[in-house]
């Protein structure tokens, strides 16, 4: 008696470890495992986990599964092209769950971030940032005359610009590009910005490939770093592709790689 209620209690509580079936189609089954993990892969792109959409699920996995079978049955997976893409669809699946799991293994320490962000304060540091206006033009002509009038105090540079200027998203704020290291404009343009005094209209107009350019730089100041919170993302996410790019390298110079050569 006590033997028999020892077996009956080992089967109580190993019957949670077996899969739970939510239906079987020819008798081939859809687990509750497998249920769950659809639902959950589904919730985490925004649906809800609710007993209906389980049951809309369960109803989708049956006809999946009827489908599946009847391609089966007629050999549709034994076709070379599906086969070949069904190959394809197992080494991206592979592939990509090999990947995430080394990432999530290695995951990039704060002192490797921090590493980066004081490499791009200390180059920083000897740069300089420029708060620039413009006006652009298509010709030389016209640029000269507009920087004529400007110079001689018949018209305002902010006015040209919102009537003149085709850089419609700077001429809309009277030609203000805001604050920028010069690096961040053409070479032609940038060497103007760099050339001028604080507070300069410069003497001509600048020709790049965008047209003519009457330029004038309102301030200047040593460059400002980003805040750590504001690119750590960024940095963390190159340092994760510069180390998943060297583990693949890893792999592939470790593995035996035979190339044969067409005759």
Not at 123 to 126: D, L
Not at 137 to 145: I, M, W
Not at 149 to 166: C, G, H, R, T, Y
Not at 204 to 226: L, M, N, T, Y
């Given at each position: 008696?006590?033997?028999?209620?020892?077996?009956?209690?080992?089967?109580?509580?190993?019957?949670?470890?077996?899969?739970?079936?939510?239906?079987?189609?020819?008798?081939?089954?859809?687990?509750?495992?497998?249920?769950?993990?659809?639902?959950?892969?589904?919730?985490?792109?925004?649906?809800?986990?609710?007993?209906?959409?389980?049951?809309?699920?369960?109803?989708?996995?049956?006809?999946?599964?009827?489908?599946?079978?009847?391609?089966?049955?007629?050999?549709i997976?034994?076709?070379?092209?599906?086969?070949?893409?069904?190959?394809?669809?197992?080494?991206?699946?592979?592939?990509?769950?090999?990947?995430?799991?080394?990432?999530?293994?290695?995951?990039?320490?704060?002192?490797?971030?921090?590493?980066?962000y004081?490499?791009?304060?200390k180059?920083?540091?000897?740069k300089?940032?420029?708060?620039?206006?413009?006006?652009?033009?298509?010709?030389?002509?016209?640029?000269?005359?507009?920087?004529?009038?400007?110079?001689?105090?018949?018209?305002?540079?902010?006015?040209?610009?919102?009537?003149?200027?085709?850089?419609?998203?700077?001429?809309?704020?009277?030609?203000?590009?805001g604050?920028?290291?010069?690096?961040?404009?053409?070479?032609?343009?940038?060497?103007?910005?760099?050339?001028?005094?604080?507070?300069?209209?410069?003497?001509?107009?600048?020709?790049?490939?965008?047209?003519?350019?009457?330029?004038?730089?309102?301030?200047?100041?040593?460059?400002?770093?980003?805040?750590?919170?504001?690119?750590?993302?960024q940095?963390?996410?190159?340092?994760?592709?510069?180390?998943?790019?060297?583990?693949?390298?890893?792999?592939?110079?470790?593995?035996?790689?035979?190339?044969?050569?067409?005759?």
């Open positions: 008696m006590k033997r028999f209620m020892l077996l009956a209690a080992t089967c109580a509580v190993a019957l949670p470890a077996f899969a739970q079936n939510v239906a079987t189609v020819n008798g081939q089954a859809i687990t509750e495992a497998e249920l769950n993990n659809t639902v959950k892969a589904l919730v985490a792109r925004g649906a809800q986990d609710t007993p209906e959409f389980r049951k809309q699920l369960t109803e989708e996995l049956i006809n999946r599964s009827v489908l599946v079978q009847a391609a089966e049955k007629a050999g997976d034994k076709k070379d092209e599906v086969a070949l893409a069904l190959n394809n669809a197992k080494q991206e699946i592979l592939i990509a769950s090999l990947l995430q799991e080394w990432s999530q293994k290695n995951q990039i320490s704060d002192a490797e971030i921090q590493k980066i004081d490499d791009i304060v180059e920083n540091a000897n300089k940032e420029y708060k620039v206006k413009h006006i652009l033009v298509k010709d030389e002509t016209a640029a000269n005359k507009l920087l004529k009038s400007i110079k001689n105090k018949k018209a305002k540079f902010a006015d040209v610009a919102k009537k003149e200027s085709i850089d419609s998203g700077s001429g809309k704020d009277g030609g203000d590009l604050w920028a290291p010069a690096e961040n404009y053409v070479p032609e343009f940038a060497n103007a910005v760099k050339s001028a005094k604080k507070g300069e209209l410069l003497a001509k107009p600048v020709k790049s490939q965008f047209g003519w350019h009457i330029i004038q730089v309102e301030d200047e100041r040593a460059a400002q770093a980003p805040k750590l919170e504001e690119v750590k993302p940095i963390q996410q190159m340092l994760s592709q510069q180390a998943l790019q060297k583990h693949m390298k890893s792999l592939r110079d470790s593995a035996k790689v035979e190339i044969t050569e067409k005759k």
